[in-house]
Each structure stands twice: as structure tokens, then as C-alpha cells.
């Protein structure tokens, strides 16, 4: 019994000190309810409409810049802006055909991340002309696993 309380104790100071804290990883977030739809008859919506007849819709990537080295902590998490999209959707097959930044986040790097994503989107064909679809960069905690 002494021996597996030793293991134990072993066990969770080793993990204790291996371990990291909790930190803050940066994400590209999508805020619902900003933001408009016009669908085929120029009728203006709210872009959650839009987004349920949404085909295909990969979520933007935070664009994280390694310095080099495939260590994660090495990774940059300083990047920020909020932005504004205007996709344009062709009505025939329901791809996104036209991407313009109204806004711009501030980073070349963001906007590059979110207009490549917003470029791959598909929607049911003949519905939507246009989507706007503003983009903020957030921060979430996160545990980190043993190193």
C-alpha cells in the first residue's frame, strides 16, 4: 500500500512539474447577428439566414507564424483586428465568386487567413447574391498537456 502512495505522489509531482499552465490561444470568431444577407430577390436578411443554407463553410484559421522551430510556444499569439467581409455569391452554383474587405482587421496576415476560407465557401445554388460577415480575433484559455 506505502509503495503505491509513493507512486502516486511520484506520479503527480512529476506531472506538476512538466506541465504548463493554462494560456491564452488566439482564434478568428465569427459574431452572429452582425451582419446582412441578400438573397436572389435583393431582399436583405440577416447573414444567419444565409449561413444555414451554407454547403460548405470551412471557419477561418488563426494564422500562426512559427519562428522557425515546430515547438507550439514558439508560435506567435499577438495578432488582433476585427474586420468586415462582403462575399458575393454566384447565383448558378452557389460559390462564393467575389470577396471584398470593407473593413480591414489591421493584419495582413488575418485578413489573408479569413479570405482564404471565405473563398472555398459553397451555398445552395440560386438562393444568395451576397453575404457580410465581420470577423474579430478572440482569446479562450486553454490547459496545456504535459511537454
Not at 108 to 125: E, G, L, R
Amino acid at each position: 500500500m506505502k509503495r503505491l502512495i509513493l507512486i502516486a505522489v511520484i506520479t503527480i509531482t512529476f506531472a506538476a512539474f512538466t506541465s504548463r499552465a493554462s494560456e491564452l490561444i488566439p482564434y478568428i470568431a465569427m459574431p452572429t447577428g452582425i451582419g446582412y444577407a441578400i438573397d436572389a430577390n435583393d431582399i436583405r436578411h440577416p447573414n444567419a439566414l444565409c449561413l444555414r443554407d451554407a454547403v460548405y463553410a470551412p471557419r477561418p484559421q488563426y494564422p500562426y507564424e512559427s519562428t522557425g522551430m515546430a515547438d507550439p510556444g514558439t508560435w506567435t499569439r499577438n495578432l488582433e483586428g476585427s474586420g468586415l467581409y462582403r462575399l458575393e455569391i454566384n447565383l448558378v452554383t452557389g460559390r462564393v465568386s467575389r470577396i471584398t474587405v470593407i473593413k480591414w482587421t489591421g493584419s495582413a496576415k488575418i485578413n489573408a487567413a479569413v479570405t482564404h476560407s471565405f473563398s472555398q465557401w459553397a451555398f445552395k445554388p440560386g438562393k444568395w447574391k451576397e453575404i457580410t460577415i465581420p470577423t474579430t480575433v478572440g482569446k479562450k484559455w486553454m490547459g496545456m498537456t504535459t511537454r
